[in-house]
């Protein structure tokens, strides 16, 4: 019985990180890295499984609002929660999962649909999909899930009987850097603080309600989740690699997946994919809507309710989601060039927090990492702090990394030893 809920937490949590950027990310990625399409794969998985990780750190530490609370501080935590939800549970990722949906699902074999009444109707299935937060776990796990590793599956296998083409040398500059940067991009490490309340909620409605009771079960959906996800990943950056001497260059993530479904399947494939994304996507804003509205009640201690929560989110997600696709990931991509560096940096710390006796430490390395992701976003995207460019690791997109390492040595100095958390 206990293996059983342990896959389906592990299947839900696969479920729930894997949205449609999990699926557009990877082939592009095997493209242009060509014969260096596992290196490419390993970088991008390695970002990705951080957010496993997260999940473990997280719980172990109490939960998402006291891990951060005992970390960085009451205010500082909630603000940073706070940011990574709105993020990943209301302005960002619920309506970029419904745009993507139209337009990767939707649009090709339904022209005649408007994005509109596509958007309310999908805002409608997540509404009734997790309006009852005891059944958040066990929809995604049990029914959605299979379906959606089925699908994936089928494109995977297909591709590796019957290869596309033959891979071609790589026509990336810095494969390593493109697969750091797709990993950053899916914006999953964000996911983790309100991930982690659903599965923490679902093993204290299963009756384990303390660390020693939580561990092993912790472990092992983080453990189902990540080899899921590093099955498929790896299967859909072949797919994409296998294309390099048969696709030309000018494909996008979406068309390109479009392309390999068509060009593998035929119109079936096309119709495989509508469903895969539709699942992808699905499994993904319920999982969010789930996990905000949870944060929110707990935040604001029962006063906004879960359930008048999810219609909030469900109203304002069809509200950008007509914005556009291409709309919210323009607009989302300077936000999460801030958020990110601040969050990621917490979260590693947070694994090993048993070794860390000085408290100044999270709060010196999170405002280094604030600070410097700040001044890197005013040059990426206003071209006004050129010396960012100096710093380390710049051009791999971690240029907040060295500011982080540095603002966590003077914090720790700075502060008083206090008893390792455990």
């Given at each position: 019985m206990r293996m059983r809920q342990l896959l389906v937490s592990g299947f839900a949590l696969f479920a729930m990180f894997f949205g449609a950027g999990n699926l557009i990310f990877p082939p592009f990625l095997g493209k242009s890295g060509g014969q260096d399409w596992f290196l490419g794969f390993l970088c991008f998985f390695l970002v990705e499984a951080l957010s496993c990780v997260g999940i473990y750190a997280t719980i172990h530490a109490g939960g998402s609002v006291q891990s951060m609370h005992r970390s960085i501080g009451a205010k500082p935590g909630v603000v940073l929660n706070t940011a990574a939800i709105l993020c990943t549970g209301v302005f960002i990722a619920p309506p970029r999962t419904a745009a993507t949906t139209y337009e990767m699902a939707v649009r090709p074999l339904f022209d005649g649909i408007g994005l509109l009444p596509f958007s309310i109707l999908f805002f409608v299935v997540v509404l009734l999909l997790t309006i009852r937060p005891s059944r958040v776990v066990e929809i995604i796990g049990k029914c959605l899930t299979p379906a959606l590793i089925v699908g994936i599956l089928i494109l995977i296998v297909v591709g590796i009987v019957n290869p596309i083409g033959e891979i071609a040398p790589s026509s990336s500059a810095n494969i390593v850097q493109d697969g750091v940067l797709a990993g950053y991009q899916?914006?999953?490490?964000?996911?983790?603080?309100?991930?982690?309340?659903?599965?923490?909620?679902?093993?204290?409605?299963?009756?384990?309600?303390?660390?020693?009771?939580?561990?092993?079960?912790?472990?092992?959906?983080?453990?189902?989740?990540?080899?899921?996800?590093?099955?498929?990943?790896?299967?859909?950056?072949?797919?994409?690699?296998?294309?390099?001497?048969?696709?030309?260059?000018?494909?996008?993530?979406?068309g390109l997946i479009v392309a390999i479904t068509q060009e593998l399947l035929g119109q079936a494939g096309v119709i495989i994919l509508a469903v895969v994304v539709t699942l992808a996507c699905l499994t993904t804003a319920i999982g969010l809507f789930g996990a905000t509205a949870s944060y929110f009640q707990r935040l604001t201690g029962g006063r906004l309710s879960y359930r008048v929560g999810i219609v909030l989110l469900a109203v304002i997600g069809c509200a950008i989601c007509n914005l556009g696709l291409s709309t919210i990931i323009a607009a989302a991509s300077p936000v999460l060039s801030v958020i990110c560096p601040p969050f990621m940096t917490t979260v590693v710390l947070l694994a090993f927090q048993s070794w860390i006796s000085r408290p100044g430490l999270y709060k010196g390395a999170a405002l280094g990492a604030t600070l410097a992701s700040l001044l890197l976003a005013l040059h990426d995207y206003l071209h006004i702090f050129a010396p960012a460019e100096l710093l380390p690791f710049y051009s791999y997109g971690f240029g907040w990394l060295l500011p982080a390492v540095l603002g966590g040595i003077i914090g720790a100095l700075l502060s008083k030893p206090a008893a390792a958390q455990n």
């Open positions: 899916a914006m999953d490490i964000l996911s983790v603080a309100g991930f982690a309340i659903i599965i923490q909620d679902n093993m204290v409605q299963s009756g384990w309600k303390t660390w020693e009771e939580q561990r092993s079960h912790v472990a092992g959906t983080t453990g189902v989740a990540a080899l899921l996800l590093a099955v498929v990943y790896g299967g859909l950056t072949y797919l994409g690699a296998s294309t390099g001497a048969s696709f030309g260059n000018g494909l996008d993530q979406a």
